[in-house]
């Protein structure tokens, strides 16, 4: 049981370049998540799903689309990367539940700089 | 709107001292709340929760103590390790529709250092 997992774990990119990154969880859960950290910020939301094929926006989405095609897996991308989007970026996942149960399980991150 | 802070920033204490890490939350509807480690290169990890209707549950060497009428959470390590070093966040939950929570709202972090 892997838990949640990211690749790839270093990526350095120029601006306007393209790039995915990959999320895979193993623990059946409905729920995905990309965040993204920077320093004195905390963890920002960027986008989530709820469950296979539906995506959501989060606190900050701009320049970043997803996709959940299959339950396990999450992807970002991000289609022309700027010098803003130099972070790391943690995918996490949760099962669905009420109160209580909602408790998020992170991966490793991807640590990105764009130029 | 909702918030999650931590009263100190930094903490440093001798190994095999108890440390106590604060979180300040504004939500009084929050029903859910987590507390983090992270590790210095690594993904959050999971400590322990608690849900609203406790005021206090304890772990491994960890307990986590809710004061709801002052909204405060705190996280307490005993007998701090060289390896509890790391930054320390809580995060809150906020009920939504439909009763299926999918959202946290985290905290900035607190730095731990064990002096050894």
């Known amino acids: 049981n892997a838990g949640v997992t990211q690749t790839p774990k270093f990526r350095v990119l120029k601006t306007g370049q393209s790039m995915t990154l990959l999320c895979a969880q193993d623990?059946?859960?409905?729920?995905m998540y990309w965040y993204r950290q920077d320093p004195g910020m905390g963890l920002r939301l960027i986008h989530y799903?709820?469950?296979?094929?539906?995506?959501a926006k989060g606190e900050v989405p701009d320049g970043y689309n997803v996709s959940r095609l299959k339950k396990q897996n999450f992807l970002l991308g991000l289609e022309s990367a700027a010098p803003s989007q130099t972070s790391v970026y943690f995918c996490?996942?949760?099962?669905?539940?009420?109160?209580?149960?909602?408790?998020?399980?992170f991966g490793p991150g991807t640590r990105l700089t764009v130029l | 709107g909702e918030s999650v802070g931590l009263h100190l920033p930094t903490l440093s204490v001798q190994e095999g001292d108890n440390s106590i890490i604060n979180c300040a939350y504004s939500?009084?509807?929050?029903?859910?709340f987590i507390w983090y480690k992270q590790e210095s290169g690594k993904g959050p990890q999971f400590i322990i929760d608690?849900?609203?209707?406790?005021d206090k549950r304890q772990g491994q060497r960890v307990t986590v103590l809710l004061n709801k009428t002052v909204k405060h959470l705190s996280l307490q390590i005993a007998a701090t390790q060289p390896g509890d070093s790391a930054v320390y966040f809580c995060?809150?939950?906020?009920?939504?529709?439909?009763?299926?929570?999918?959202?946290?709202?985290f905290g900035k972090g607190t730095l731990l250092t064990v002096n050894p």
């Open positions: 996490a996942s949760s099962r669905p539940g009420t109160s209580g149960r909602g408790t998020q399980y």
């Open positions: 623990m059946n859960h409905e729920y």
């Open positions: 799903s709820v469950g296979e094929g539906t995506t």
């Open positions: 939500n009084s509807a929050s029903d859910y």
């Open positions: 608690i849900r609203s209707n406790m």
């Open positions: 995060a809150e939950n906020v009920p939504r529709g439909g009763g299926s929570n999918y959202k946290l709202t």
